[in-house]
Nanobody, 126 residues
Framework: QVQLVESGGGLVQAGGSLRLSCAASGRTFSSYAMGWFRQAPGKEREVVATISWSGGRTNYTDSVKGRFTISRDNAKKTVYLQMNDLKPEDTAAYYC???????????????????WGQGTQVTVSS
């Protein structure tokens, strides 16, 4: 089992940057693929980016490609989301999640993820 705690959210102007962090507990962090998801008010939770257990393979939703970068440090049991050129439509609560699935590409569906953090709010002003 793994517990997840996100940090790094905040208020930023359009065009700005933020880096989210997700710290995990447990001894088997490197056995999990990880993902970042977001949920805006009145909308369903959607995938942002995912990363394989080794960090060697990543996957992004189209709207963030070229702007966001997911990475992980297994020694620190932490996954990151670097967000550049932020837009007002990126405003949402951001969640990290973990799955024990070891597919070639990390899963992009919320239902594949077993463990979730409490979320951190990102607000982008225009």
């Amino acid at each position: 089992q793994v517990q997840l705690v996100e940090s790094g959210g905040g208020l930023v102007q359009a065009g700005g940057s933020l880096r989210l962090s997700c710290a995990a507990s447990g001894r088997t962090f490197s056995s999990y693929a990880m993902g970042w998801f977001r949920q805006a008010p009145g909308k369903e939770r959607e995938v942002v980016a995912t990363i394989s257990w080794s960090g060697g393979r990543t996957n992004y939703t189209d709207s963030v490609k070229g702007r966001f970068t997911i990475s992980r440090d297994n020694a620190k049991k932490t996954v990151y989301l670097q967000m550049n050129d932020l837009k007002p439509e990126d405003t949402a609560a951001y969640y990290c999640a973990a799955t024990p699935r070891l597919d070639w590409l990390p899963p992009m569906s919320t239902i594949e993820y077993n463990y979730w953090g409490q979320g951190t709010q990102v607000t982008v002003s225009s």
